[in-house]
């Protein structure tokens, strides 16, 4: 499709004898094209599109067909399908060239039905890990009993997860058409998407900077200030997401900015994907030297203050490697034949969708204060029930029948 521009005589051709449906010689078809030409005097030169489509030198007032990209964003198109794209009469292309007949397929039907089992496993996914979301926020926003610095922590990393995974349920609504008239509202989208990308992964230092600080370093709690943390794990990923989101504005305002420009703007996104690698890194040094300590220092200590880090330390240890597994799998698909590519799609369909609720279930529901404070209110609940039972019950017992006649009897004999 690339090299279409070198032979645009030619591809005229065959244009025309798919617009007007002609059957004729091709020697024919290009004395029509020069008649064209030499009757208007005006034409449309040849350019390419934001997609890279090129289109070739045209006569004015024709509508030109060529078939779709086989493939774009990672997606493999049927090429069987047109894009067309009118010159209009004063010898300019119209404004944005049509690929509403441009569908995403898959190389075969086994193929197509493993992606749409994929993509049900993947709405599924997010839908169960944003109710475990919603509850653990709403676990941590009632007990109040538990909000310490380690659980606010939690409680922000739960935070972002639900933000992520709302505005992940946006992301459908972008289709090739809004992505091609590169509408404001989902450059915003794509926008928030990815700064709440970045403040899972901000959190997730935000929790192994305060463990490896507590356990490591052997700092007291008290000398920790929230507003930092606060800053680390929110104000940064906006400054981030900001310059990030001025480059493209400048340099590369195309397709909602989606994907990657092959030229020289290329590493644009690095501006946000390289931070959130480097704290992948030093979340894992992190994470070896608090191992390194708790097989040494902490292990003959049965407070339970150490064993609440040794139960963080752990639901660090299986959450770290997961967002840093899915992440490189979100950027780097191993797969090269069909069975490899059906692996990966299943694996990162799954891994993507269920992080919030891994999440949920080892910062929240097997955390020990949070199962302790929840069983405390529920036998302080039970308790208030029992005893509004019990008193309702002896309100409602009715004065027995000797008690009133002893009662009237002293009334009496007084009088």
Request: charged share 15%.
């Amino acid at each position: 499709m690339r090299s279409g521009c070198k032979h645009g005589t030619m591809l005229l051709v065959q244009i025309l004898a798919v617009v007007q449906g002609h059957s004729l010689a091709s020697e024919s078809l290009l004395c029509e094209a020069e008649s064209l030409f030499n009757s208007t005097g005006v034409s449309c030169n040849a350019t390419r599109d934001s997609i890279g489509t090129c289109w070739p030198y045209s006569p004015a007032g024709t509508l030109v067909l060529l078939p779709c990209p086989e493939s774009f964003n990672g997606l493999r198109y049927d090429s069987s399908k047109s894009v067309f794209r009118e010159c209009l009469a004063n010898g300019l292309w119209a404004q944005r060239s049509n690929y509403s007949l441009c569908l995403p397929i898959i190389e075969s039907k086994k193929n197509s039905c493993y992606y749409n089992v994929a993509q049900i496993i993947n709405y599924v996914g997010h839908c169960i890990s944003l109710v475990a979301l919603v509850m653990a926020f709403v676990i941590f926003w009632c007990l109040r009993s538990i909000r310490c610095l380690r659980n606010t922590i939690h409680w922000n990393f739960v935070t972002t997860f639900i933000l992520r995974n709302t505005t992940y349920f946006l992301l459908p609504l972008i289709d090739v058409n809004t992505q091609l008239a590169n509408e404001i509202w989902c450059r915003v989208v794509i926008t928030v998407f990815n700064y709440f990308q970045v403040t899972n992964f901000f959190w997730m230092f935000v929790e192994g900077c305060y463990l490896h600080t507590v356990i490591v370093m052997t700092y007291s709690t008290d000398k920790f200030r929230k507003w930092l943390f606060l800053c680390l794990g929110w104000g940064i990923p906006v400054l981030i997401i900001t310059i990030w989101a001025l480059m493209k504005q400048h340099y590369e305002n195309k397709e909602c900015w989606f994907g990657e420009d092959p030229g020289t703007y290329k590493y644009i996104d690095y501006i946000y994907q390289g931070p959130i690698i480097l704290v992948l890194l030093v979340n894992f040094v992190f994470l070896f030297n608090i191992v390194r300590i708790l097989m040494t220092k902490l292990r003959a200590s049965k407070t339970s203050e150490t064993i609440q880090y040794r139960k963080a330390v752990k639901a660090t240890l299986v959450l770290l490697p997961l967002l840093g597994i899915t992440y490189i799998l979100y950027f780097v698909n191993f797969g090269r034949d069909e069975t490899s590519n059906i692996i990966f799609i299943f694996v990162n369909s799954f891994l993507m969708s269920f992080q919030g609720f891994f999440i949920s279930v080892f910062y929240c529901f097997l955390n020990g204060e949070v199962r302790m404070a929840i069983r405390k209110r529920w036998n302080h609940w039970m308790d208030n029930q029992s005893i509004r039972t019990r008193v309702s019950r002896a309100m409602s017992i009715p004065t027995s029948p000797t008690r009133m006649s002893i009662h009237s009897l002293k009334r009496n004999t007084s009088v």
